[in-house]
């Protein structure tokens, strides 16, 4: 299989290779610049030599001279000093000649050089011990050589300067030659980068362009298309392939989604035909709540009204005929419509009355009321089934001797209703099949217990909208207590 270049790479060898050029070139100008300051220093030390000795030789003429006049110690003594620069500098220039006819005119100019220092020497000797008329012959030959020199020295540095001159002229020209090659070379380098980034640019483009095109076409929705191949760039190919993998991925999404949602709509009927179905339920229900006021409870409450109206006066039957109408008035007009927590108590306080004077005092009932919100929207007949349960199921088995005690209390935005029995409590198998959802209806011992607690707990739930608004607690010989949570909702706060 062949092995696609990456971009990466292609880069990183350009860079490398643009370095390398910049630095050979970089490195040529460099010992050009060397090798042209070393010929100029060369060339210009010397000029400063020849410069430097014809300064030092006439430096040291007029010491020697102003000596002979005045014959002063110090005059010698610098006289000496300017001959050893005159040697030094001799020796260098003949150490540093150009070429063999330099060497040899260095030569000899050392050799007049001598010739002045011994003649000098001499008439220095002999200065103190004769007259001057006597060594002025020394002095006059020691005049001619210091001519000599200086006709010799003006050839050289006249020679010098011509070398110099052709020197500096072909110190251009070769100068010139390497600017020349550096400039050539940078502009084959300038051309090759731009061919490589013109070859880059359509490595690049080429696909880009494809991709984009592709990439249209999948926002378009128009997955049937082909799968975009891409074979001169790594990232490229990546790329495309990253797009395809993509483009079938949403593909089969779209395919899944579709599926699903011909599967949610008809989950949907199934639900609107289940929630009718529970709609239908409830309303049953409801009428067999409703229905609970039965023959049974109205002949006991009849045979209590008889009792009543034999052994006492007429206020009591007044009363108790008075709390039954309005149970059955509550139960009759106001079951289908949402009414006042306020309302269901005071339905509740006409139950308690009944039953209380039914049972002749045995049953004990405490009101713990401190809620502010009595006015709070509720189901119809919540309160009432549980309390009846208290009594059938929990203080029947003490003949109805007990306590039963109601507390309405706020708390976290919420009203909690506690009813809480002194009965004989349900034993922990009952209790669970009460807590669990179609368990209970199905437990013969307590048919009605389970159609009450969950008809309130079913209403209560659908009415506000929210799980857990019912909770039972209870032990077996401690008693049951039942908490109903009803939430503050806007319109109540």
Excluded: W
Aim: charged residues 20%.
């Amino acid at each position: 299989m062949k092995k696609i270049p990456s971009l990466k790479n292609r880069l990183y060898s350009f860079i490398l290779l643009i370095i390398v050029l910049f630095s050979a070139i970089s490195l040529i100008l460099f010992a050009t610049m060397l090798n042209t300051n070393s010929n100029y220093n060369y060339i210009l030390n010397g000029l400063f030599e020849y410069t430097d000795l014809s300064h030092q030789i006439n430096q040291a003429y007029l010491e020697f001279d102003n000596y002979v006049q005045s014959g002063s110690s110090e005059n010698y003594t610098k006289y000496l000093a300017h001959m050893d620069s005159v040697r030094a500098s001799a020796a260098s220039i003949r150490q540093n000649a150009s070429n063999e006819d330099m060497y040899y005119s260095a030569v000899g100019l050392s050799e007049l050089i001598d010739s002045y220092a011994a003649q000098n020497t001499e008439i220095h000797s002999r200065l103190n011990t004769v007259s001057f008329n006597q060594i002025y012959p020394l002095f006059t030959e020691s005049r001619t050589i210091y001519s000599y020199i200086t006709t010799r020295l003006t050839a050289s540095m006249r020679d010098q300067s011509l070398l110099s001159n052709a020197a500096f002229l072909e110190l251009a020209q070769n100068t010139g030659t390497t600017i020349l090659l550096v400039v050539i070379c940078l502009i084959a380098l300038f051309l090759f980068i731009l061919l490589f980034s013109l070859h880059i640019t359509r490595d690049i483009s080429s696909p880009v362009e494809r991709i984009v095109d592709y990439a249209r076409g999948i926002s378009r929705g128009n997955f049937e298309t082909e799968d975009v191949t891409i074979t001169n760039l790594l990232e490229m190919q990546v790329l495309g392939d990253t797009l395809n993998h993509l483009k079938h991925k949403v593909n089969g999404m779209i395919v899944d989604l579709k599926d699903q949602s011909e599967l949610e709509l008809k989950l949907q009927e199934s639900e609107m035909h289940n929630l009718k179905m529970a709609n239908d339920l409830k309303n049953t229900e409801i009428q067999i709540l409703q229905a609970q006021i039965n023959p049974h409870f109205l002949f006991n409450t009849l045979n209590s009204i008889s009792r009543l109206a034999l052994g006492s006066g007429n206020s009591d039957i007044v009363d108790l005929i008075e709390a039954l109408s309005r149970m059955l008035r509550y139960n009759l007009n106001k079951i289908d419509r949402p009414i006042t927590l306020r309302e269901e108590l005071d339905n509740l306080k006409n139950y308690i009355y009944i039953q209380q004077v039914r049972f002749k005092g045995k049953l004990q009932v405490d009101y713990h009321i401190s809620s502010a919100h009595l006015d709070l929207s509720v189901p119809c007949l919540i309160l009432q089934p549980l309390v009846e349960n208290s009594i059938l199921h929990g203080l029947e088995p003490y003949n109805y001797e007990g306590e039963i005690i109601i507390d309405i209390r706020d708390q976290d935005n919420a009203t909690f209703v506690s009813i809480r029995d002194s009965g004989v409590g349900i034993p922990e198998e009952k209790l669970q099949s009460l807590l669990t959802p179609g368990a209970a209806g199905n437990t013969p011992a307590s048919p009605h217990h389970s159609i009450g607690y969950h008809n309130v707990a079913g209403r209560l739930e659908a009415f506000f909208g929210t799980d857990h608004c019912i909770s039972i607690s209870s032990a077996e010989g401690a008693g049951t207590t039942v908490v109903i949570r009803l939430e503050h909702r806007k319109e109540d706060r």
